[in-house]
């Protein structure tokens, strides 16, 4: 970590309903001003590979002066950039330019453009080595782009970036996408790692498809976050919740946290259109929100309240009994 400086389709989320109150004074990751963050969107071109990247880029409120660290997210099989927004809100508000990307050949093109009879086998053979790969390109492109706008003047993101301090984070096919970026490999020659990434974000992560996953992860040294529940399985794939726990404890030389929501499903990670509006914040999305948001304070803010909050009651606090929480001894260093 450098020293302290400073699938799926989804919905909105209405803040208000989940944000809690704490005795003044205390830390509460939950905790958000007033008023609403900025929304834009942008076209990445990867001249290199002749790609086109569209993001969604949430912005703190115009209230903020200042550069704020950056936290990527990247989608799941047939997602879009336009997913999940109750965490790139949430983010936002919480002083983070949150970059939602999306990944052509992977993203919701692919089970759009497909009758119904045929929508489940395109989502399988779009879930390869080569779209796993260039997913992973695609975040460095985003990055470079990134870098270039805060420095052009006259650009929206023009030193809006502090891109000294960023988080990764995706689920399902996002989350093979940040294990990659954070180190995942057993070939250190072959690594996609990308070493302007601080920490990460895995929901619904998953262990190396073969090999060893001691050796697989052996090189994953930034502070790590994984997420999953105890129904977690793959709507596409053979990935079972008991083999989405095989990822934590070869976190080794990260500092690393995990938590397993009882109940919880593939999809829960996310909102869905339900009925032609959008589906009921859960119990999920509140603790998702403060244990994500604590995890950046601590990691990308250098947060020390946010860290005690982690590796103390606060966690517990957002959680049932029976949940799992738990961390690894590099996390209470």
Known sequence: MKAIRPFLLAGAVVLGAIVHAEPTGAYDPLKVKDGEPVSKTFDVKDTSRSR?????????????????????????????????????????KRGYVAVFIQHPGSDEAVWKEAAAVERRSTLKRAASLENYLDRAKDVPAVIDALTRWNGEKGHALSGKLDLEHIGMSGHSFGAHTTQALAGQGARPRLSLAEPRIDAAVMMSPSPPAAGDPARAFANVKIPCLLMTGTHDDSPIGNTTPESRLLVFPYLKQAPAWQV????????????????GALAKPTRYHRAILAL?????????KGDPAAKKWLNGSGSKSVLIKADRWESNAKAKE
């Open 292 to 300: 994500t948001t604590a995890f950046w304070d601590a990691e990308l």
């Open 52 to 92: 086109t990247l569209p993001i969604r880029v949430y912005l703190p409120g115009p209230e903020s002066k200042k550069p704020a660290p950056v936290v990527l997210f990247s989608h799941g099989l047939g997602g879009s950039r336009d997913n999940s927004p109750y965490l790139g809100n949430h983010w936002a």
């Open 260 to 275: 397993v929501f009882d109940q919880a499903t593939h999809m829960d990670f996310g909102q869905r259109p339900k009925a």
